[in-house]
């Protein structure tokens, strides 16, 4: 076993719960500035967050696939909330906060920064990105495609009805100058590839998914990151980047394999 790797097996796995991981990553000068501003929720601090942006998501800190994710807005004095493909009105916090109480069940729930996403078709639309260590021990963007959410929805999940879309079809949808394209598309591979850095230093994981999002004004941001992204259905989807990842993900298996039989 090398040194390099040595080092890598004595380090601990990203610890489960968005906070944590979003406090780690903020802490990060290379990252912070793509993050947006998140807090736990608390019913009295709701209006307070509301105030700074209008917009804004509630999700349980620990959940998958956009489980329990709801958008929020306020409007005048009533609470508008997006969950899944209903609306609801509420007149007060209080009430709300009743009504999410059997949603909470002893669950940390997060409030994020709202972002106004560049959208298909008026479809919140967001980019899943894959990094991974690859076989030299350098972190690489290994598979990138958009996520449409499904009409009435505000969550994009492949698990909750969003749609895979080819990147360079969501590029030509939101800008038409190819040049411009090449520079999102650069400017993403930075973004995800610096989260594999900046993640390395501490924790053992060798494969991201990074939920990227290219806001109205261009500006790229880190929804968030997650430890086992999903692979259902990219095969008949992208069959060359779903084989590239696997042959990684095989790669890093057997290591380990053979790691554990030389240390018995």
Not at 27 to 52: C, G, Q, S
């Amino acid at each position: 076993m090398g040194d390099e790797e040595a080092i890598r097996k004595t380090k601990s796995r990203l610890p489960l719960g968005k906070y944590k991981r979003w406090k780690y990553l903020y802490a990060l000068e290379d990252v912070k500035n793509h993050l947006p501003i998140t807090r736990i929720y608390l019913p009295r601090n709701l209006y307070k967050f509301l105030r700074l942006w209008r917009i804004i998501f509630l999700k349980p800190n620990k959940s998958e696939s956009g489980e329990g994710v709801m958008k929020i807005q306020k409007e005048g004095h009533h609470l508008y909330v997006h969950y899944q493909d209903i609306q609801y009105v509420f007149e007060h916090s209080r009430e709300f906060d009743q009504w999410l109480t059997p949603m909470r069940r002893n669950r940390l729930f997060l409030m994020q920064q709202g972002i106004n996403l560049a959208r298909i078709n008026g479809n919140p639309v967001d980019i899943r990105a894959i990094i991974q260590l690859n076989k030299s021990g350098m972190w690489e963007l290994t598979g990138i495609y958009a996520r449409m959410a499904k009409a009435g929805f505000s969550i994009t999940n492949i698990e909750a009805g969003g749609q895979r879309v080819p990147i360079q079809e969501y590029l030509h949808a939101v800008e038409k100058d190819p040049h411009i394209q090449n520079i999102y598309m650069s400017k993403m591979e930075k973004v995800a590839v610096n989260v594999g850095n900046a993640l390395g230093k501490q924790f053992r994981n060798t494969v991201y998914g990074v939920d990227l999002g290219i806001d109205i004004t261009g500006k790229i941001w880190i929804i968030e990151v997650n430890t086992q992204p999903t692979l259902k259905g990219l095969a008949s989807f992208d069959a060359k980047m779903y084989l590239k990842i696997k042959e990684i993900i095989r790669y890093h298996k057997n290591k380990e394999f053979l790691s554990s039989k030389k240390s018995i």
